[in-house]
T-cell receptor
Framework: DAEITQSPRHKITETGRQVTLACHQT?????MFWYRQDLGHGLRLIHY???????NKGEVSDGYSVSRSNTEDLPLTLESAASSQTSVYFC??????????????FGPGTRLTVL | GDSVTQMEGPVTLSEEAFLTINCTYT??????LFWYVQYPGEGLQLLLK?????DKGSNKGFEATYRKETTSFHLEKGSVQVSDSAVYFC???????????FGAGTRLFVKA
């Protein structure tokens, strides 16, 4: 069965370190997304990609970067981790170009703690 | 800008009780509306959706009707089960944008 996986599931790091969160999907979807989930805020979009070599900023992109070198993977990098980036991170993918009708498929999440 | 407002939780119900989780939205144009559910330790998954006014989305006994006149998309279920305990997110996506806007989520506890 097709799926979307994230690794690691839990990560503790220190302020200032570079951290990369992995996201891998076997749906062969063109669109991939990274969100962060914080209490009281729901999910907020960090970055998204429509396809290979395409990346776009979401509403909370400062301090994060992504790259899309193939269809299956969209790693999220925190260049210099800050305590404000402690959160649960979700990767998602979707197939269609029309977001108004498309379903997003979510990974299980990565809980990141920055000390 | 566009936004989604959900009722605050947690909501605690006994098994077989009637469930309503309120969701209202603010958006220009004609957004599509979604309910996602997040079970403990898992990612979100689509529960139901409606793409135009007066549409009713339904799945697993849950339903929600797109009410443009009241800008609402309330989630209902006639008889909840313990297995329905989860966090429920209302969301919208407006025409022309790739940004799906999620509400803050409402946690539901169902007691046996």
């Amino acid at each position: 069965d097709a799926e979307i996986t994230q690794s690691p599931r839990h990560k503790i790091t220190e302020t200032g370190r570079q951290v990369t969160l992995a996201c891998h999907q076997t749906w062969n979807h063109n669109n991939m997304f990274w969100y962060r989930q914080d209490l009281g805020h729901g999910l907020r979009l960090i970055h998204y990609s429509y396809g290979v070599h395409d990346t776009n900023k979401g509403e909370v992109s400062d301090g994060y970067s992504v790259s899309r070198s193939n269809t299956e993977d969209l790693p999220l990098t925190l260049e210099s981790a800050a305590s404000s980036q402690t959160s649960v991170y979700f990767c998602a993918s979707s197939e269609l170009r029309d977001p108004s009708t498309d379903t997003q498929y979510f990974g299980p999440g990565t809980r990141l703690t920055v000390l | 800008g566009d936004s989604v407002t959900q009722m605050e939780g947690p909501v605690t119900l006994s098994e077989e009780a009637f469930l309503t989780i309120n969701c209202t939205y603010t958006a220009t144009g004609y957004p599509s509306l979604f309910w996602y559910v997040q079970y403990p330790g898992e990612g979100l998954q689509l529960l139901l959706k409606a793409t135009k006014a007066d549409d009713k989305g339904s799945n697993k006994g849950f339903e929600a009707t797109y009410r443009k006149e009241t800008t609402s998309f309330h989630l209902e279920k006639g008889s909840v089960q313990v297995s329905d305990s989860a966090v429920y997110f209302c969301a919208l996506n407006n025409t022309g944008g790739f940004k799906t806007i999620f509400g803050a989520g409402t946690r539901l506890f169902v007691k046996a």
